[in-house]
T-cell receptor, first 115, second 113 residues
């Protein structure tokens, strides 16, 4: 069975600091997808990114960037120049391609960005 | 607007009183799923449906039922709710299974007393 670990339960930073959220996953499958979701205080879940296991290129979207390393089974998420609006719980998740695709979530990291 | 809707958004009920949480999507997605979110446990999948003909258990199916009679709807049924089912519930849909991103409804906060 697959597993996603987000070891950081809560992170506090001051606005404009850079912050990295860690995600480590376990699976025996060679083909899978990794995701990040954001859950702001309002409670909805917002999709941020999907990455397949064959694409190890890093991705940047504005202040957000993702570093995927198969060698360490990690898919880390960095926010550059954090803002108060980035305060949220962030979830990393894993989905297999084969068979029925259950989405397995980590327990989430709460990010608090103070002014 | 493409979306997943859930109703009700908030519900307080008593032990044993059957309830249904509705979920509907307007994106013509094949795959739909239910999750519950509990503090310290993250999101856990209850049931999922690959299409109208295929429904299967997730990680925590005990005490829940689902139905997928139409592509757009995927209600979650609690035949005899218990206090340990107090939770925040999310419905989600995606184009198909197999790695497509899932789009989530706004959530239903259920309290069972």
């Amino acid at each position: 069975a697959q597993k996603v670990t987000q070891a950081q339960t809560e992170i506090s930073v001051v606005e404009k600091e850079d912050v990295t959220l860690d995600c480590v996953y376990e699976t025996r499958d060679t083909t899978y997808y990794l995701f990040w979701y954001k859950q702001p205080p309002s409670g909805e879940l917002v999709f941020l990114i999907r990455r397949n296991s064959f694409d190890e290129q890093n991705e940047i979207s504005g202040r957000y960037s993702w570093n995927f390393q198969k060698s360490t089974s990690s898919f880390n998420f960095t926010i550059t120049a954090s803002q108060v609006v980035d305060s949220a719980v962030y979830f990393c998740a894993l989905s297999l391609v084969s068979g029925y695709s259950t989405l397995t979530f980590g327990k989430g990291t709460m990010l608090l960005v103070s002014p | 607007e493409a979306q997943v809707t859930q109703n009700p958004r908030y519900l307080i009920t008593v032990t044993g009183k059957k309830l249904t949480v509705t979920c509907s999507q307007n994106m013509n997605h094949e795959y739909m799923s239910w999750y519950r979110q509990d503090p310290g446990l993250g999101l856990r999948q209850i049931y999922y449906s690959m299409n109208v003909e295929v429904t299967d258990k997730g990680d925590v199916p005990e005490g829940y039922k689902v139905s997928r009679k139409e592509k757009r709807n995927f209600p979650l049924i609690l035949e005899s709710p218990s206090p340990n089912q107090t939770s925040l519930y999310f419905c989600a849909s995606s184009l198909t299974g197999g790695g497509y991103e899932q789009y989530f409804g706004p959530g239903t906060r259920l309290t069972v007393t």
